[in-house]
């Protein structure tokens, strides 16, 4: 019998282009069938370029294809909640990009679409998959190093910081925009899958440096409502973590994750990991399993390695039909996510800790 072919349909052309469509296409037995941008420009401009045979400025239609069995969406957070829902609907699988959503309730609605329908929905956490993360849990929850007494995260660019760049939906908070949904989801989903623990309670601070941007459709300078840095504390049971965010600091860009134990500690970069014995005083790297070639033209950064790690994973299960992707984040870890981008906001607005087990006067009751 021939091997199931995986048909992918993909929404959005930003990260997608560079990155999701050339590894989906790299991916033995898949094929990238649809895409789909809402400015028809973009949409034909990048079929023709990656070779993808249907472009469409509707998504909706995209979802509905019968030549699609997986809808990748990478777009503005606020339009992932009605995208999510409609392909499950429509009885397709999912791959959604971070954040999950606009908000925890949004990303509730999903989780338990996926649960209901019992399809393969999950979340682009791609940095999972990379080999020195994986290594950095296992040593981490094996106890090795003695107990876990904190973790940081951190990371610095300045691709942010001039005020030259213009106004995009990345500067508008109502879409989804900002760097603590952009990389606090990220940094959340690091801790929780390295420590196998929950936190409990958050601080957060955020800021915004640049105030305003020139919005390339009318010329005129509009205000920016996103966060373009944040620092959280996070409290899970006795370990405490922090996460330090800056898209507007200059230097050299550096993205990392460190993990301090009773007896030494552990320390990823970019795909390298590093280990520290207690009385050493230095930093010895961790030989790694040897990475496959990426796809022709991807950029070589920790994203792209991950992901074409991830895809590959994630259509072998479709074609096997298996219900679950080792290591995957789910859509409920994308909630529970979402719960501590949530509670981090709002911190930031009251000045205080908040419990993640707290709900806003008003909200609706969230069942675990």
Not at 2 to 28: L, N, W, Y
Not at 155 to 160: A, E, F, G, K, S
């Amino acid at each position: 019998m021939a091997a199931r072919t995986i048909r992918v349909g993909v929404i959005g052309t930003g990260f997608a282009r560079g990155t999701q469509v050339p590894v989906f296409r790299a991916c033995p037995g898949v094929e990238v069938t649809a895409l789909a941008s809402e400015r028809p420009e973009r949409a034909d401009a990048a079929a023709r370029e990656l070779g993808v045979p249907h472009a469409t400025t509707d998504w909706r239609a995209l979802v509905s294809r019968p030549d699609v069995d997986l809808v990748c969406i990478a777009t503005p957070p606020a339009l992932h909640r009605d995208m999510t829902l409609a392909a499950l609907a429509a009885g397709k699988a999912v791959l959604c990009e971070k954040p999950t959503a606009l908000d925890a309730q949004e990303a509730e609605a999903m989780w338990r679409a996926a649960r209901e329908r019992r399809l393969l929905a999950l979340l682009d956490h791609e940095l999972r998959f990379l080999p020195s993360r994986r290594r950095m849990r296992d040593r981490v929850r094996s106890g090795e190093l003695g107990a876990v007494r904190g973790a940081h995260v951190y990371y610095r660019n300045d691709n942010r910081a001039s005020a030259e760049r213009p106004w995009d939906w990345w500067s508008d908070a109502a879409r989804g925009g900002g760097l603590l949904g952009a990389l606090g989801s990220h940094a959340v989903d690091s801790l929780r899958f390295v420590l196998g623990r929950e936190p409990e309670e958050v601080l957060g601070q955020l800021a915004t440096h640049v105030a305003s941007r020139m919005d390339p459709l009318t010329g005129r300078a509009r205000r920016v409502t996103s966060d373009d840095e944040a620092v959280l504390l996070l409290r899970f049971g006795p370990v405490h973590a922090s996460v330090a965010l800056s898209s507007v600091a200059p230097g050299k860009p550096v993205h990392g994750l460190e993990v301090s134990c009773e007896r030494g500690g552990l320390r990823v970069e970019g795909r390298e990991l590093w280990c520290s014995r207690v009385g050493s005083r230095t930093w010895e790297q961790v030989a790694l399993p040897e990475e496959p070639a990426l796809p022709p033209g991807l950029p070589d950064n920790e994203w792209a390695h991950g992901f074409w790690r991830y895809a590959r994973a994630f259509t072998d299960a479709l074609r096997e039909g298996r219900g679950e992707v080792e290591d995957a984040a789910t859509l409920e870890d994308g909630w529970r996510t979402q719960c501590v981008l949530d509670a981090a906001r709002r911190s930031h607005g009251e000045r205080r800790w908040v419990r993640l087990d707290e709900r806003p006067a008003g909200s609706p009751r969230t069942r675990t």
